[in-house]
Structure formats: structure tokens, C-alpha cells
């Protein structure tokens, strides 16, 4: 089941939907970038089956340096790239090192590593 963990990037905090395996031992991690949509409950099946599959899953909610904005335009260009990447570094930390083994993106916009 996918827990939610609160972490602070730039001075924001932002929440991220974590899921892990059921192991003591190091596993692969998959960050996951949500949609527009946000951190919905497609995104927490989407964790909770990287989980069940043995990855240790993380989707940062990308979208927390602004209150919620409902045109789904208009939240899409609250996007920064740097703001992005420091999303993405901060969940990186915030990842489990001891449990961490290799790590891939999965978006349709991203290449996956």
C-alpha cells in the first residue's frame, strides 16, 4: 500500500507517493512523474504496482510550489524545468539508499535510464 511522505524543495514542502516491496534486501527504484492530473489514484495504483513487482516507487507531486490551479493549461505552464529537477533530486535523497540498487524514470516524456 502506497504511503505518502512530505519532504521540503526550495522552501516548499511537497508530497511524494512512495511504495515499497516486502524485502530487507536492495531493489530496483523507479521514480514515477505524475501527470496533470497530480498525485491522483491512478498514480498510487501505478506505485503500488511497481511495489508489488519489487521497486522501490516514488512520484514527487510536481506541481506543489503553487495552490491548485484547475485549467489543466494553465497548470502545465506553472512548470520549470529547474523546479522539475529539483523535484527530482530531492526524491532521489529521499530514497532509501540501503535499499536502493539501480534506478529508472518512467514517463512517456522522459527517456527511461
Not at 34 to 40: A, F, K, M, Q, T
Not at 74 to 94: F, G, K, M, P, W
Request: charged share 25%; glycine share 4%; net charge negative.
Amino acid at each position: 500500500m502506497a504511503r505518502i511522505d512530505t519532504i521540503t524543495v526550495d522552501g516548499s514542502p511537497m508530497r511524494v507517493l512512495m511504495g515499497a516491496p516486502n524485502v530487507d534486501a536492495p531493489c530496483p527504484s523507479v521514480i514515477l512523474m505524475c501527470h496533470i492530473g497530480e498525485l491522483d489514484n491512478f498514480t498510487e495504483d501505478r506505485i503500488d504496482l511497481l511495489a508489488q513487482a519489487g521497486y522501490l516507487a516514488a512520484a514527487p507531486d510536481i506541481f506543489h510550489y503553487e495552490s491548485w490551479i484547475e485549467d489543466s493549461g494553465q497548470r502545465r505552464s506553472s512548470l520549470y524545468d529547474q523546479r522539475i529537477v529539483n523535484d527530482i533530486d530531492a526524491t532521489l535523497e529521499h530514497l532509501e539508499p540501503s535499499h536502493t540498487k539501480t534506478l529508472s524514470f518512467l514517463n512517456e516524456r522522459f527517456p527511461h535510464t
